[in-house]
């Protein structure tokens, strides 16, 4: 069955970095699109980043751009999400979601159809 585990959350001072990890299992990772969604406290689910399924291309909603990177390593069936310049509006539960194909036609989380538990992450002073 598909499973994903996150990992790598915690507390982080505003302008930190963390790295986030989500070990999957269950598929043939390297055939589709993964990507990180959050939930903030109070808050509906925010779709975060995506990366299609060979890593070739990258997509980050405008909140995180230029402050998170979505990678993958195919061969160890993980995707990442390293985030720096944290901020405290990035306070949430960060999970990863699975695509149903290679490819990311959109930035909503329409596309997916396994998530894990998530982990959380907090920012604060």
């Known amino acids: 069955q598909v499973q994903l585990v996150e990992s790598g959350g915690g507390l982080a001072r505003p302008g930190g970095s963390l790295r986030l990890s989500c070990q999957a299992s269950?598929?043939?990772?390297?055939?589709?699109?993964m990507s990180w969604a959050r939930q903030a406290p109070g808050k509906g689910h925010e779709w975060v980043a995506g990366i299609v399924s060979d890593g070739s291309d990258t997509y980050y909603a405008d909140s995180v751009k230029g402050r998170f990177t979505i990678s993958r390593d195919n061969a160890k069936n993980t995707v990442y999400l390293q985030m720096i310049g944290l901020k405290p509006e990035d306070t949430a539960l960060y999970y990863c979601?699975?695509?149903?194909?290679?490819?990311?036609?959109?930035?909503?989380?329409?596309?997916?159809?396994?998530w894990g538990q998530g982990t959380q992450v907090a920012v604060s002073s």
């Open positions: 269950g598929f043939t990772f390297s055939n589709y699109a």
């Open positions: 979601a699975k695509g149903m194909t290679p490819t990311i036609s959109s930035m909503t989380l329409d596309e997916y159809d396994y």
